[in-house]
Every structure is written in C-alpha cells, then in structure tokens.
C-alpha cells in the first residue's frame, strides 16, 4: 500500500511562502491524480488545488493566483507551492493522490491515499 507523507509544513510570517511536498519514500508507484486539502480549526475540510495525470490544474478561488500544485512524475511527487501567504491559510494541509504501486508480490494495484496532514500557520 502507499502512505503519503506531506513535509514542508512550519510557521511563516504573512506574506512569506512555504512550499510543500507529498510522497512515500517507501513504495513503488504512480500518481494518477493529486490534490491538496487543508482544515482550519473548526472547518470542514476544503479542497485548496487538484491537478489531474494530464497536468491539468485548478484551485480553489480563496488560493488562486497565489497557490500552485506541480508533480514530478519521475519522484513520484507532488507539490504545493504557496505564495503571499495569509493568516486565513493557516490549517493543517492534506495530500490525497490515486494511481498505482507494485505490491510485494510484484502485483501493480490501484491505490486511493491521503497522508496525515502537515500544520501551516501563518502569523500577521
């Protein structure tokens, strides 16, 4: 199976930027799509930018502009670079991606994964 681990989560002054990265160094696999969600304290999960296997992307409107999602398909990688940083960002921020990854047993499967989420807060 794959277990996504966000990294690159931290505290940044408003305006500043912080970029992060989900992968599982762990597995072989491939990303079909991938998206980032974050959670505010108090607030229902959102999803914040989303790409798609053709390199298709897209954003939430409150992230537009200032956010933008990547992918490398060689690491197996996905990234959300954020820009212009506001203390509205802050939440834990979530990966979720579905591809497919090759089992012990040599078996290439279908996967659906999220990682267990990394904390940005932004200060003003």
């Known amino acids: 199976q794959v277990h996504l681990v966000e990294s690159g989560g931290g505290l940044v002054r408003a305006g500043g930027s912080l970029r992060l990265s989900c992968a599982d160094s762990?597995?072989?696999?491939?990303?079909?799509?991938a998206a980032w969600y974050r959670q505010a304290p108090g607030r229902q999960r959102e999803l914040a930018a989303a790409?798609?296997?053709?390199?298709?992307?897209s954003y939430s409107e409150s992230v537009k502009g200032r956010f933008t999602i990547s992918r490398d398909n060689a690491k197996s990688t996905v990234y959300l670079q954020m820009n212009s940083l506001k203390p509205e960002d802050t939440a834990v921020y979530y990966c979720?991606?579905?591809?497919?990854?090759?089992?012990?047993?040599?078996?290439?499967?279908?996967?659906?994964?999220w990682g267990q989420g990394t904390q940005v807060t932004v200060s003003s």
């Open positions: 979720n991606a579905d591809g497919r990854y090759r089992g012990d047993d040599w078996i290439w499967r279908d996967f659906v994964s």
């Open positions: 762990g597995s072989l696999f491939s990303i079909n799509a």
């Open positions: 790409i798609t296997s053709g390199g298709d992307t």
